[in-house]
């Protein structure tokens, strides 16, 4: 650490042996720094603000209805791209900038510095604050710019919405008009289709599997109900073989009429109920008995008609009714054999159509899923044209972004660049600083010995010892007023700048 210090405090009596280059240095560059800060052309800031709403009483009411676009992101992208170049030939064409550019490296460097003075600032509590500036030797031209920049910053954000609205409306109907007239080729391709494959179209009832799924099914339902039927006839056919077509009179009386025996019966189990319940004096039991004693003379009345007759001999009761069932079992069966011959015709039919049929049915398949596609894609776009049309008219006849310009454009009296306290303060500290690099490197170039450190550092050998110098008072006097000569120099540019510091703030009053 101590040899740290030691070569630290040797560079600085190096230094400072060089001092003179210290204020020489300075004062060249105070002097040159200096000018160049009078040199310099003063700019005015020229700044407008602007409040943009994007909070409108429409954009909840129209929620589902319309499109809504992202206004904030849309007022992001203008704020990144106002400096655009499309943009700033604008602003140099709406406030004749460009009649100046004479040529293309003119008007490169023309845009080149419109484009580095311009800027466009967001407010730090992010509510759609901005703030637009420009700097310019002239406060009318600066004036005119950030006008011109404000003008493009609104017709940009609220064109660009509208123009993105009207390409879609465009591509919407045009789509529209393609899957229109795709679903009138694709009708008429069913049209066509269906006159040509007349009677093999696939009906509400299913696909071709399910029709001959169907047709067994029914096949083998009938041929079942036949086997029954021929059964039963059958049954009834050993029957009649059994009985007799005529009886004798005497065996047809001793036989009962089975309608008035069973009604006799039905009304004896009533009259029992009522009994349970009721006297015999009641009116349901005395219409009762009399329905009863009706129905009994009527039995016997019949059974001497019987017996009366001529030969003594009738038909058969039970032949007749049998005869009466057996062709109708006849009739059924023939209807049945006529149902299971055209199901087997059926059958048959779709067995041999196997090939056309499933063919048919695939391309219909095809032609119904490609109508269904392109109505439903008709659909939709219908709804996306109803929506972009209510969009537009929104768009078109209400204020969905507001512009608010809070801060017109103004100028303020004063330039704001450059600086001139500040550069002229920092110069002479330039300068200062300046001059102590100078003379570290002329005293690194030029080196002398300060100290025994330093000889023995340069010569490699061991020190013996130092002679000390003794000075004169000639001597003494001479370096006292080489001091006193460097001191002056040092003040005096201290004193300059403070005079030129105070005629400058005496000018800016």
């Not at 109907?173 to 080729?185: A, G, N």
């Not at 006297?279 to 039995?299: C, F, N, W, Y």
């Not at 078109?396 to 103004?410: A, M, N, Y």
């Not at 005096?492 to 005496?506: D, N, V």
């Amino acid at each position: 650490m101590d040899e740290l210090l030691n070569q630290l405090m040797g560079y600085v009596r190096a230094t400072w042996h060089r001092r003179w280059y210290i204020v020489i240095v300075a004062w060249i560059v105070s002097i040159a720094g200096w000018f160049w800060v009078y040199t310099l052309p003063s700019r005015f800031e020229a700044s407008a603000r602007v409040y943009v709403d994007t909070q409108t009483l429409l954009k909840p009411l129209l929620g589902g209805l319309t499109v809504q676009p992202d206004i904030d992101q849309q007022v992001r992208l203008m704020t990144r791209t106002l400096v655009s170049r499309p943009n700033l030939e604008k602003v140099a064409r709406m406030t004749d900038m460009d009649i100046k550019a004479k040529t293309p490296q003119q008007t490169e460097a023309m845009l080149d510095g419109l484009a580095s003075h311009i800027k466009m600032e967001a407010s730090a509590t992010g509510n759609n604050l901005y703030t637009i500036a420009y700097q310019n030797e002239h406060p009318e031209l600066a004036k005119r710019v950030v006008q011109a920049l404000l003008t493009i910053f609104v017709e940009s954000s609220l064109g660009k919405s509208r123009k993105d609205l009207s390409s879609s409306r465009k591509f919407i109907d045009e789509q529209l008009k393609v899957y229109e007239q795709k679903l009138i080729d694709t009708e008429n391709a069913m049209k066509e289709f269906k006159r040509k494959h007349m009677g093999l179209m696939p009906g509400e009832g299913g696909d071709y599997y399910a029709k001959l799924s169907a047709t067994t099914t029914a096949l083998h339902q009938a041929e079942l109900d036949l086997r029954e039927a021929t059964d039963r006839r059958n049954q009834l056919k050993s029957q009649l073989a059994d009985e007799e077509p005529e009886i004798s009179a005497a065996a047809i009386q001793t036989q009962s009429n089975p309608e008035l025996d069973a009604r006799i019966q039905a009304l004896q189990k009533n009259l029992d109920t009522l009994r349970l319940t009721y006297t015999d004096l009641h009116p349901d039991i005395v219409s009762t008995k009399r329905l009863i004693k009706e129905l009994e003379a009527q039995k016997k009345q019949e059974a001497k008609t019987i017996k009366s007759s001529g030969d003594g001999r009738a038909l058969n009761p039970v032949y007749q009714q049998l005869t009466v069932a057996i062709a109708e079992a006849d009739a059924t069966v023939a209807s049945l054999k006529a149902r299971v011959d055209e199901y087997q015709n059926r059958l048959s039919q779709l067995k041999k159509a196997v090939d056309s049929t499933l063919d048919v049915e695939a391309e219909y398949t095809q032609l119904t899923r490609d109508y269904g596609m392109y109505k439903e894609n008709y659909a939709a776009m219908l709804a996306r044209s109803e929506t972009a049309s209510l969009s537009g008219e929104v768009e078109s006849k209400t204020d969905v972004v507001d512009f608010r310009v809070i801060d017109p454009p103004r100028v303020p009296l004063k330039p704001s660049w450059p600086n001139r306290p500040l550069l002229i303060s920092l110069v002479p500290l330039v300068g200062i600083l300046a001059g102590i690099v100078v003379a570290f490197l002329v005293s690194q170039l030029r080196r002398t010995v300060t100290d025994r450190r330093v000889l023995r550092e340069l010569t490699g050998l061991p020190l013996l010892g130092s002679v000390t110098r003794i000075e004169t008072d000639a001597v003494k006097l001479k370096k006292r007023k080489g001091l006193i000569a460097y001191a002056l120099s040092f003040f005096s540019l201290i004193g300059a700048y403070g005079i030129l510091l105070t005629l400058q703030m005496f000018m800016a009053r």
